[in-house]
């Protein structure tokens, strides 16, 4: 059983779409980040979020942490062909870990079509 | 600045052999995490060394080795090589436990 659960794991969707992708939990994080992988490259930190019920935006990126830090979620407004990616949530572990000890989901692969 | 930088990108091995991968930091970055990607496990963790020692290590068999140099760059090593090995290796940088930087991997096939 994953940690860290995301769903969807595979999403296709047009151009101009919106769409929110999960991660959920059934333990509390100190913290939970947010990546986009690209074919060949490694992940880019997009956001982290810390405090239960935060709201961070990134552009068209909307980003939430539950209010009891167990699941987070990203939404996605009016998708572009840019946004394809694999998008991986992340939690240091255990509780109150180092940074450098993340136990990932298996991440939404995330594809827009023009 | 520079990015972390990976060396090999590309390895192909046999089974049965070793192979040693290097990994240099963002200057500065004094962590140096490792991590193996592959299709049906996704990202899980292998080892993360801060100034030359061994600081948390993940659930891999103990053919999986690291370490770090004085200039906090890192080299793990897989030996006795299986072809479950096959996956992209992954190593991140981070200072003063702020989130990691990833290079761009080392894809190891092992035939």
């Known amino acids: 059983t994953q940690l860290l659960e995301q769903s969807p794991q595979f999403l296709s969707i047009q151009e101009g779409e919106n769409l929110t992708v999960y991660c959920n939990s059934s333990?509390?994080?100190?913290?939970l980040q947010w990546y986009r992988q690209e074919p060949g490259e490694g992940p880019v930190l997009l956001v982290t979020v810390v405090t239960g019920g935060e709201v961070k935006k990134l552009k068209r990126l909307t980003f939430q942490f539950g209010d009891a830090r167990k699941d987070s979620s990203l939404h996605i407004t009016a998708a572009q062909p840019g946004d394809t990616g694999l998008y991986l949530c992340a939690g240091p572990w255990p509780y109150g870990g180092s940074q450098g000890n993340l136990i990932f989901g298996k991440g939404t692969k995330l594809s827009v079509k023009p | 600045k520079a990015g972390v930088t990976q060396t090999p990108r590309y390895l192909i091995k046999t089974r049965g052999q070793q192979v040693t991968l290097s990994c240099s930091p963002i200057s500065g970055h004094r962590s140096v995490s490792w991590y193996q990607q592959t299709p049906g496990q996704g990202l899980q963790f292998l080892f993360e060394?801060?100034?030359?020692?061994?600081?948390n290590k993940g659930n891999f068999p103990g053919r999986f080795s690291g370490r770090q140099f004085s200039n906090s760059r890192s080299e793990m090593n897989v030996s006795t090589l299986e072809l479950g090995d096959s996956a992209l290796y992954l190593c991140?940088?981070?200072?003063?436990?702020?989130?990691?930087?990833f290079g761009n991997g080392t894809r190891l096939t092992v035939t």
């Open positions: 333990s509390v994080f100190s913290s």
């Open positions: 991140a940088s981070s200072s003063n436990n702020s989130p990691l930087h």
């Open positions: 060394y801060f100034s030359e020692t061994q600081r």
